[in-house]
């Protein structure tokens, strides 16, 4: 068994705080879900968003975190002569953790908050033709089994985590702040449900050419990148706080990198579209923005202002490509580019965390812990996650009817629209 670190009063004033600001990048990411997809599917992006939040934290008082565990405790197997600890053993219902702002029920606390978000990230891939009951029950099944198995793996004392203590391997699989835990399980389990609900209606000529279909509100879009951000710093600061026990005076480095790192992000996204289709593209730069957040979730604790700035470069160029080839050449109708930000962008900040941590002691073989992690995430947690969305859709299909595709998911889901003053769509978008 392992002991997470106890926090001086400080670092628990500090995390307390930071957990505070935390559910802005959950109310920022839905809000560039609503404004990346069309007008006719606005109230019901943001009830979605609403809705999956909520299974996600009832889920995660029911199981989620007797399944992340704390600490280590759980049954482990024996390989090689070494402890493999695969899964928690805590009481349901939160039964026995101590009320009282300890580093358990904080982490309690944060799991919770992160359960939310990996379960907003999906939705932006499954926009316009995502039914709600099929939302709720795949975010119940993502919020108490998949995102757990994997963060206990990486917080919660699993055989990730002790890859530096049994293989001297670093400081074993290092993720303070979810990029793998939230953004890769949430980015994966995005590319799952793309696959399975297919394109959009009318975004594939018959030739097999994509059609752009432009979201409708690029204000909604540019202020959830900033309410984002001020979410993000609370993420970052607290896990780094509950999982690493940095000291409070490495908040303010955290700070530093993960501006940094988002703005060189979507700075190079706004340079590439700008030298590839002659003007910036703002949907891109947002996405840019974001992806720099998402690297930032990993490595902003460990690498030098420098580092985090060439991260970010890297990782709004890869973000940019990835949405063009998943779009153009795959045929993977991603309309918010959620699987590009964030498996894409939280795989880069894993790397980072390997090429450029600092570590104060026990770096050595960090990237090769990094890999495993990543490995881990591509060869067991998309295919976990897509074969739980595949046996949901034979039970419980997941896509729309056709005819509420065509009129809308507002109107087909919950009887009004977002603007019933405005016309919220014209003929261009009304393809069967």
Known sequence: MTTLPALSDPQAAICILSLLVAPLAV?????????????????????????AVSVAACVWFVCGRAFQGYGGAGPSVMLGGKPWNWIGAEPWFFRGLPMNGSPALLTAWFGMLSAGFVSVIPLGSGADRWRLGAVCVSTALLAGWTFPLFSHWSWGGGWLAHLGVNYGLGRGFLDTAGAGSIHVVG???????????????????????????PGHDAVLVSFGCLGAFAGWLGFISAGAILFAGVEPGRVVLIGVNTLLNASSAALAAALITKLRFGKPDASLTANGWVSGLVASSAAAAFVPPAAAVLTGLLTGALVTLSVELLDLRLDIDDPTGTVSVHAVGGIAGLLAVGLFGRMEAGGEGQFLAQLAGIATLIGFVLPLTYTINVLLNLVMPQRVAAEGEHHGMDLHELGAGAYPEFMTHTDDFLQR
């Open 27 to 51: 109310a920022g990411l839905a809000l560039m879900n609503t404004g990346l997809g069309r007008s006719r599917n606005a109230a019901y992006s943001m009830m979605t968003a609403l809705c």
């Open 187 to 213: 980015g994966l389990t995005a590319l799952a449900v793309t696959w399975i609900l297919g394109p959009r209606r009318g975004k594939y000529t018959s030739e097999g050419m994509p059609l752009a279909i």
